[in-house]
């Protein structure tokens, strides 16, 4: 009816019974804990899930991009994933071996030790944690790990292989051969053995070595040069080699030889140092005359990639035409800070100093850069730069005239002075820049064509001459000056080497040199051979 006011009904429960109604409230709340208990366990298993799908996941394009080699980038994901997951033993394990691929050796170290400390009885990291150390050239740490594993049964075979490894890269041959027939007595199936003890047993064979070479200049000089060499390493601080060198000359309608016999030992301390010493003696093509010749030679390896060298020798000197016709010995020094790396750059830079008898210097500084390799088609291809300067104390550049000879010739209008290096070469204030390439390609398996050439694109040096002043009728005045003159000099190699087995090698080699003072041509062909029986 219209206008009735309607009153709503209080529908609260109302209970008559006060225990009953506390019953059924703790029913209620029991039911609504268990569901949410529930429902936590099942987040919570979720959560779990998906954060181990995410390690998978994450682990899976690690892998994924190593494979790849795709280094950079899954150094990266290690990285944010190991600072997320300090405790995970392996992610961090893995991304130890990354950043040693990586060249990264000092922050490979830490996470390796890392790794240790998670798990200090893992072996498998130990041994592969030694491995790296050899690699690195850190033969004492690597060696106390390997003895330790050497104790383990899982390591054992492992740990001795690399323990032949440690002792044949430091020239120990003896403990090397040792430790190898030891490790096959044990496993006479293990072939990487079996092939590496077969390397240090033609390393430690004798090897001769016979090449000639033929050279002709526009000084001009023609020579031949037989030459035979031979020697055997017995063990790291015994290594004795011999050489006897026979250059024989066609000069000035003249005909000469030299000989020179050398005999000397190669002492290796380990971690990459080698020392050379040798003595020998030499006959001059001048009256055959003799003298003693010298060299020492310090080879240090400062790591893989890096090798510092310095040489002091005594020895002839046979390039230019005036030093066949008397005796020239030179005391050479040089230094220099080598690059050689087979996935990288390669460089050198160097000094170089010949002192004379007479007190004079002729001084080199050098270096080259020149980039990774290129590779297609199965060769390596480098492009670089290399700088050169060249300079002398003094400077023996002569007239060949006589001041009488001069004179006749001026008056008749020839200012033109000849001249010669008397008795060697004297360069004075030389600079050279110059592109650099470098071609290797291996023709199947057994035989290498390799191209080097530098060509200067911008070279000055100090030209000395000399010219007449004529003071009255009869007084002249002779005078030497030096002309900044722009040059290009160039060389370019090939060679062609043949390897039939591992103990044969056969090299052709072709030179074309165009410097300041001469250009010059030289074809050379040697053989080296290991007295080693590979079925014995």
Known sequence: MIGKSFRKKNTAIKCSDSNRCHSDCAEIFKDRAFCISIIFFISSFLIHELSAQSTLDTLSIVNSRIKEKRLDEAAKLLEHYCHSHPKDFNAIWLYAQDEYWLGHFTHAIELYS?????????????????????????????????????????????AMYEMVKLYYWQKNNLQAKKEAEELLKANPKNEATKNLLNDILISSSPWVKMATGYTTDTQPIQSASPSLEGGVALHKFLAPYAGAYSPF?????????????????????????????????????????????????LRQKLNKSVTFDVQAEHKPYFNTLRSLDTIVTVNHFSSSLELNSETGAIGKIAFEDNHFADGNDVYSIYGYLLSKSIKFLGSKLRIGYSLAFNDSKDNRFVPTQTISEMVAAYNKGNYQISGIYDPYFTPQQQQINSLVLSFLFPIGKKIKFGVNANGSFYATTFNPYYYLQKKNQVTYTLTKDYATIQYSPMEASTYIEWTPSVTWSIRADYQYRKTFFFNSQFVGLSVRAILFNEKK
């Open 249 to 297: 000359y066609n000069y000035s309608g003249k005909t000469a030889s030299a000989k020179w016999f050398i005999i000397g030992n190669q002492f290796s301390f380990g971690k990459g140092s080698e020392l050379k010493l040798d003595m020998g003696s030499v006959q001059f093509p001048y009256q055959g005359k003799q003298d003693i010749t010298g060299h020492i030679g």
């Open 114 to 158: 890392l790794g240790k400390n998670l798990q200090p009885t893992n072996a498998y990291l130990q041994l592969d944690y030694a491995r790296v150390l050899l690699n690195m050239g850190k033969y004492k740490k690597s060696q106390t790990l390997l003895l330790k594993l050497r104790d383990y049964d899982v390591t054992r075979e492992a």
